[in-house]
């Protein structure tokens, strides 16, 4: 009897529509992907709440405030090795199992340090979510169509926060702080559920593992019926690696050492220069001769200015992604740069604000598929969620510069200067990568073989 070719999962994902089942993982990690930039951004906007309420300064809310984002890291870069280790589907419910648990807890909390806490654990939850959504959607993607799809996907974060912050206007009045929290962790845990009932293992993740071709096939017939059929797949990765390596050594070893150093110093970067104007543009620009409104609504614009990403997405399957996305920093440094520049003109100013936040944002929010399609399936989930982990810290230290500036009564124009550097050195770090991924050798490695029953 003749033996049936194996079939190559990602050429059949490659070949067949975007299916409806796919189109659930899609909604799903969307879903998963909103509620991480509700529950991230819903302390901000109880905080004036928990002043009055609990008769403190703001200096003691900083420990509240900064919880989450060492919670963050440390929950990417825990959750990396743990993805590649024990799968992508046990790792991203289990953290929105976390992140839904403790923040529908920190609604009872009723003191600074049991809050402070809370917000810690939801942070681990909310760092590993958000790298697994990103790395279990990239392996049911198709490959010319994965940074858009992956980049769509990623514009949840941001239209959470955004939710968070309409319903956190209309929830306040009417039933509290505490009720903010109570729905950033009772959507989750209602989600769990949808996940735990429908989410699927990641089919690259189970030929990478070698998991029975009965179970890799109950999974993929739902992309396409052909694979009803078969007895045997295979995957062909398109980079090299030693044959048995963890997550961690690949995205460590000689082939992606560099690459993995420069998407940390990229992401980094580009934090430093997200929460850097985020947390301090409204307050230098009041310093600078604008009323509190109006300095307000100008740095609005700034995190508005994510509309980019799907565009860039298209991009990056189209041409060179690495150059995509370094294109954008290097715009997105000369407009940062401008805003400095501009603060005497309130026309100049809004236009400048608005595009240098459509550029870093639509930036940072592509760096998620720029990693996942530059490490291989064994190594993918530690290659995103430590890119994500380490970036966080960027994040603190965006903060801590611009604070520090202010402090030494650096000028305006030079503080957007020395910020906008960090923009141009993404930009190199980028172009870094794509020299040196260009000059290794790319192989087809089809050592993960067949798998029968």
């Known amino acids: 009897m003749e033996e049936t070719r194996p079939v190559d999962v990602q050429v059949l994902i490659n070949e067949h529509p975007f299916s409806p089942f796919q ?3 899609f909604a799903m990690c969307f879903l998963i992907v909103l509620m ?48 590649d280790r024990l799968g992508r589907r046990v790792v991203l419910t ?50 010319k169509r994965r940074a858009t799809i992956v980049n769509l996907m990623f514009c949840g974060f941001p239209l959470g926060a955004a939710l968070g912050g309409f319903l956190a206007a209309w929830m306040i009045p009417h039933f509290g702080w505490r009720s903010v929290l109570l729905f950033g962790g009772a959507v989750p845990l209602l989600l ?36 009803n059929s078969a007895e045997s797949f295979i995957m062909r990765e398109t980079v090299e690696h030693a044959a048995g390596s963890g997550g961690i050594r690949i995205a460590l070893s000689r082939s992606f050492l560099v690459g993995s150093l420069m998407l940390w110093l990229c992401y980094f970067m580009g934090l430093v220069i997200f929460y850097g104007l985020v947390n301090w543009m409204p307050v230098l620009l009041k310093e600078a001769g604008l009323s509190p409104q109006r300095a307000a609504l100008v740095s609005a614009l700034f995190p508005l200015g994510g509309v980019g990403t799907v565009l860039c997405g ?22 940062v740069y401008a805003i400095g520049q501009a603060v005497g003109n309130l026309g100049l100013l809004m236009c400048a604000v608005f595009v240098a936040g459509a550029l870093v944002n ?4 592509s760096m998620p598929a720029l990693a996942a399609a530059f490490y291989p399936t064994a190594g993918r989930g530690t290659g995103v969620a430590w890119m994500l982990g380490v970036g966080r810290f960027g994040g603190i230290a965006g ?50 073989e067949s798998l029968v029953h």
């Open 23 to 25: 189109r659930l993982i």
């Open 314 to 335: 298209m991009l990056m399957d189209r041409f060179n992604p690495n150059r995509v996305v370094a294109a954008a920093y290097a715009l997105g440094a000369v407009s």
């Open 192 to 227: 769990w559920v949808l996940l735990m009932l429908k989410l699927p293992e990641s089919i690259r993740y189970m030929v990478a593992k070698r998991q029975p071709a009965l179970k890799i096939r109950k999974v993929l017939v739902q992309i396409s019926a052909s694979a």
């Open 94 to 143: 289990s953290a929105v199992l976390l992140f839904g648990v403790s923040c529908f807890g920190s609604a009872f909390a009723f003191d600074l340090t049991q809050l402070t806490t809370l917000r810690f654990i939801t942070g681990v939850g909310l760092g590993a979510a958000m790298p697994n959504a990103v790395t279990l959607m990239s392996e049911f993607c198709p490959d």
């Open 399 to 448: 903060s801590f510069l611009v604070a520090e500036l202010s402090r030494q009564q650096v000028g305006l124009e030079s503080i957007f200067t020395v910020v906008a550097i960090a923009g141009a050195v993404s930009c190199v770090a980028l172009l870094i990568k794509q020299a040196t991924s260009s000059s290794a050798t790319a192989v087809e490695s089809s050592e993960r």
């Open 36 to 83: 991480d930039g509700f529950d991230t951004a819903a302390i901000g906007f109880i905080a004036p709440s928990l002043l009055q309420e609990w008769h403190i300064g703001k200096a003691a809310l900083a420990p509240v405030l900064s919880a989450a984002l060492f919670g963050l890291a440390c929950g990417a870069l825990l959750s990396g090795p743990l993805s």
């Open 362 to 365: 639509t930036a940072q929010a």
